[in-house]
């Protein structure tokens, strides 16, 4: 079983419409990282959090400590949302250990 | 720099011929990172140096994979006799303090044909 479990794979949506990403891990962590990948593989930390919310725009990241679990929250989506968000954690190296990402694709 | 610097880009490289990927990390950052995508594939840790430690190699794939940081600054990733199933994009992160604050490099695609 994977340490870092997210949901959808996939995810398909109209411009405007809320989104909400899962990520459910395993292990006790101290905090969790949300990175989103562009098509041309560029990687870019958008949250560290390791209680609570926290906000950016119109991004929301969420994490439950003790459910082992973290969302990510995107409001009024718009195409170029359109990537691949990463959920991750880390490992006891300072290494992230990652999720296998969710692919958002948000229509016009 | 001001961000995570990765050379070169892209590489084509015919099976069986050394490799060598560059990563310069954001000034400061003491700890800095490997890590590999291959295509439709989730990302996997490589290597991890952290200031004048010995770096972590855990996550090496085999000993054709090196890596090497000087002066605590620019590493080299350097893949020997490379394979067919090498391919795949490289990515370096650096950060400040271990496990926080990551920047990542645009990474280096890598065939080997």
């Known amino acids: 079983k994977n340490e870092v479990e997210q949901s959808p794979q996939n995810l398909t949506a109209q411009e405007g419409e809320f989104i909400t990403i899962n990520c459910s891990y395993s292990?006790?962590?101290?905090?969790l990282h949300w990175l989103q990948q562009h098509p041309g593989g560029g990687i870019v930390s958008l949250f560290m959090?390791?209680?609570g919310k926290k906000k950016h725009g119109r991004l929301i990241a969420t994490i439950n400590i003790q459910e082992k679990h973290s969302s990510l929250h995107i409001t009024a989506s718009h195409p170029r949302d359109s990537a691949v968000y990463i959920c991750?954690?880390?490992?006891?190296?300072?290494?992230?250990?990652f999720g296998k990402g969710t692919k958002l694709s948000v229509k016009p | 720099g001001a961000g995570v610097s990765q050379s070169p880009s892209n590489k084509v490289t015919e099976k069986g011929k050394d490799v060598e990927l560059r990563c310069d990390p954001i000034?400061?950052?003491?700890?800095l990172y490997w890590y590999r995508q291959s295509l439709g594939q989730g990302l996997e840790f490589l290597i991890y140096?952290?200031?004048?430690?010995?770096?972590?190699k855990s996550g090496l794939p085999s000993d054709r994979f090196s890596a090497e940081r000087t002066g605590g600054s620019v590493s080299t990733l350097t893949i020997q006799r490379t394979q067919q199933e090498d391919s795949a994009v490289y990515l370096c992160?650096?950060?400040?303090?271990?496990?926080?604050?990551?920047?990542f490099g645009s990474g280096t695609r890598l065939t080997v044909v």
């Open positions: 992160a650096s950060s400040p303090h271990q496990g926080n604050g990551y920047t």
């Open positions: 292990v006790g962590i101290s905090a």
């Open positions: 959090l390791s209680s």
């Open positions: 991750a954690f880390g490992g006891s190296q300072g290494n992230l250990i």
């Open positions: 000034s400061g950052h003491t700890a």
């Open positions: 140096f952290q200031g004048n430690s010995a770096p972590d």
